[in-house]
């Protein structure tokens, strides 16, 4: 299993069971470290015969286990058995429930959508909607995460849920049929007829067929033929590697894709892109911004570093760190940091981010403020960068220097009619509305700019 989220990543999973004394003996002599798991022990001991309320011992195991990983970096930690199972069902990207995204307000849980063409949009369940009761247990009192829980089950097993909605006096009973969901992932539709805009949310199982299936949707759709395409990765976390190797080579026709390096040398992994463009030669923006983290940042490097799109938006998130999930038989998982990750030019983006070869913001506050979510460096013990320097023991074995971009090499002209700002007065951004997203409107001027006065093609690294 390979992961790159929010942010995780994980590389073929192993159980490590071993000599676990011996290992930490590495840094200390072994009296000391048997006097540390004594310390402890004490610890422990004393926790369960004083705190003022009674303790369960195996939550206060998996608390220490936990605090030792997070004290690590920000990525690594423990998952109990119901937390591995969430995270397994996640990037699966299907599962068996009826197809409503949720919230929380007042104590009951409401209804963000329903999601196309599943149970709950075939019965009726419509934005807004309070789920009150779930087979006629009241939701107050439940957690969102026990809720959602409640709703997922088997397909073709059977569910009644209770609705208030606003305007209808009485409650609603409506009874579904759960069936299998697949969370929508990979958005899409034409922008002025001939630039396909795909939006990923994330990576999953489902995402790379998904791309596929919107590109060629949308090429059918367009009646003169697309001009260039807009992949969104904007507030895209991550998900599976593998998926973002996928999306990127789909893109690709050769050269290196992301690399791995890790404490130990033999252990360094790399994957190259295969011959096969989908996009057949078209120009490619990707949109980025403090949100697009992990492997979003993969395929954006990748794109970049071959030239083979323009990046485009404000800096990404900076989590360049993989993390191993290794199942622990019968006790859930640890998600342990073991390797950084490198565009093909040698980058690693841990804690600097993708730069973006335009720079174009969202909201001309973002200027006038300087306002700035948090990205990885602001996040406590995150890993610092090794581009560059002589690697020290938070940099790892395999620092290099990482080589520079060639140049865009755009016609003369076509950057400068990029606005960074949208202009004074503008709509605010609505999501439903395409025309007030400037970082969208750009991308889409910039590439028919390209179509009209195609750039050279320069070949892979």
Known sequence: MRLVGPVMAAFTAGVVIGPVVAAWAQDGSRAETYRLLNLF???FERVRAEYVEPVNDRDVIENAINGMLQGLDPHSSYMNVRS?????VQTRGEFGGLG?????EAGYVKVISPIDETPAARAGVKPGDLITHINSTSTQGLTLQEAVDQMRGERGSSIRLTIRREGTATPIEISLTRDVIRPQVVRSRLESGDIAYIRLTSFNEQTEVGMRRALSNLRTQSRDGLKGIVLDLRNNPGGLLDQAIQVSDDFLDQGEIVSTRARRPEDAQRWNARTG?????????VLVNAGSASASEIVAGALQDHRRAIVMG???FGKGSVQTVMPLPGNGAIRLTTARYYTPSGRSIQATGIEPDIEVLAQREDAAQNRERDREADLRRALRNDNGGTPGPAQGVNARPAAPL???NLPAGVADRVQ??????APAFDPTKPETDHQLQQAVGLLHALAANPPQRRASR
Do not use: C, K, N, T
């Not at 591995?84 to 397994?88: I, L, Y």
């Not at 409503?100 to 929380?104: A, F, L, M, R």
């Not at 960074?420 to 007065?425: K, S």
């Open 314 to 316: 404000i800096r990404s």
């Open 277 to 285: 463009d989908i996009a057949q030669g078209l120009p490619v923006v």
């Open 41 to 43: 022990g004490d610890v």
């Open 84 to 88: 591995f199972r969430d995270m397994q």
């Open 406 to 408: 060639p140049p865009l």
């Open 420 to 425: 960074r700002l949208p202009a004074e007065g």
């Open 100 to 104: 409503i995204e949720v919230s929380q």
